[in-house]
């Protein structure tokens, strides 16, 4: 590598050894680093490219834009960008950053260069994968490349076309609901409507009436006859949401339902005929619910003919980012915002959380974060507080450090923290906020990593 500035050999090393591309350009926008892997991957020579502006390692057709970017770094306007681009059937994530001094004055651009094909080639098999499935314009805000989600698909495209009937399980947030719709849109019963009953929802008194109608004089107040929610599904699908609480009288009448293909309003005696598909949602454990007494055992086997989990999101962590990004998108729009990605200390946050509220609290995660961020991308402090503080005790991902107090020649002399806290922050990007594998990545300790990330949040 050749430099314009004076690189401390031990730090020069460093740069040599990182497996990411390392390239910075001064406030004039000159070349004066180039690493060894920035080198192969763009196929040039550093000698070559040292002291010429850092709009010739680009193509001339994204001079213009990459001229804009620069401008941007250096006025503010831009905090960071990120871009995947391919070469030479290569797939490569750009990131640039801007490096500025303590009071403010601008010393460059820095360029971090990741490969990243192995993870564009597995999105585009799983989206190949989908089209090939059908399943692609089924799951309108279901977003999932993950084996787990995939295994989702999958049995979906099987029991679609099918009568039999589906029992969904699944935490909270996990998007059961988004399953139900995704199933009756690839059924034969698509052209009518989906009718969905939260059965935690009604009033116990009301239930019976509600699912399976009424007659004339049932009880005080009925003047006219009811139809219920099983004759207007008729031809179509029922989703019984949160099958676990439906009271004991009400499950009788569904299991007749099941068994004889046969509604009974509440005060009539004459059967309807209803040829109805049921599926059924449930958060809770029917099997404990049936030991308890609380369930019927008879109608459990009923419902249980074809399941299928929804896994929680700490199952399915290669989906937060494409989550994430989804929501982004959905609520920039919404808000007219000009949110296009997530940096790098927001991604990390992101793939450490929890999500005890799965799904759902990351897309009210995004949807905070995007009304409050005011910038281009998704800082950590856009993030609710609970992401922050579920990682204080030796879990904090890594954030960016400040430019050290002393000047141009102190930041030169601080780059081994600069890169060794993007070599952290790498690893537990591509281990999805795994902190033992990405200990073994880095070839470290899980404690050295600890102390490491602990220091990084005292700077």
Known sequence: MNARIDIPTTYQAILESLGEGIIFADADGILTIINHTAEKIRGISAANFIGRSILSIHSPASAERIS????????????????????????????????????????????????????????????????????????????????????????????????????ITGESGTGKELVAAAIHKSSKRCMKQMITVNCAALPENMVESELFGYGRGAFTGAVTSHRGKFEQADGSTIFLDEIGDLPANAQAKLLRVLQDKVVVRLGSEKQIHVDVRIIAATNQDLKTLVAQGRFREDLFYRLNVITIQTPPLRERCEDVIPLAE??????????????????????????????????????????????????????????????????????????????????????????????????????????????????????????????????????
């Open 68 to 167: 804009k970017l620069l401008d941007g770094l250096k006025d503010g306007s831009i905090g960071q960008s990120r871009r995947v681009i391919e070469v030479k059937g290569k797939y490569f994530e750009n990131s640039y950053y801007p490096v500025r001094k303590p009071d403010g004055p601008y010393l460059g651009t820095l360029l971090v260069s990741r490969d990243v094909t192995e993870q564009q080639r597995l999105k585009e098999e799983n989206q190949t994968l989908r089209e090939n499935m059908n399943l692609g314009a089924l799951f309108d805000g279901f977003v999932g490349a993950s084996p787990v989600m995939l295994k989702v698909f999958q049995t979906i495209n099987i029991a679609a076309p099918l009568n039999s009937t589906i029992l």
């Open 326 to 459: 989804f929501f982004i998108g959905k609520f920039a729009q919404c808000m007219k915002k000009q949110i296009t990605g997530i940096s790098a200390g927001a991604r990390a946050l992101l793939l450490s959380h929890d999500y005890p509220g799965n799904v759902r609290e990351l897309e009210n995660a995004i949807e905070r974060a995007v009304a409050l961020s005011s910038g281009t991308d998704i800082a950590p402090q856009d993030l609710p507080a609970d992401f922050v503080a579920a990682n204080s005790n030796g879990d904090h991902p890594v954030q960016p450090l400040q430019t050290a107090p002393g000047g141009e020649k102190r930041d030169l002399f601080h780059a081994r923290e600069n890169f060794e806290q993007q070599a952290i922050l790498d690893a537990l990007v591509r281990t999805n906020g795994r902190k033992a594998e990405a200990a073994k990545l880095l070839n470290i300790s899980r404690k050295t990593l600890w102390q490491k990330m602990k220091q990084v949040d005292k700077m």
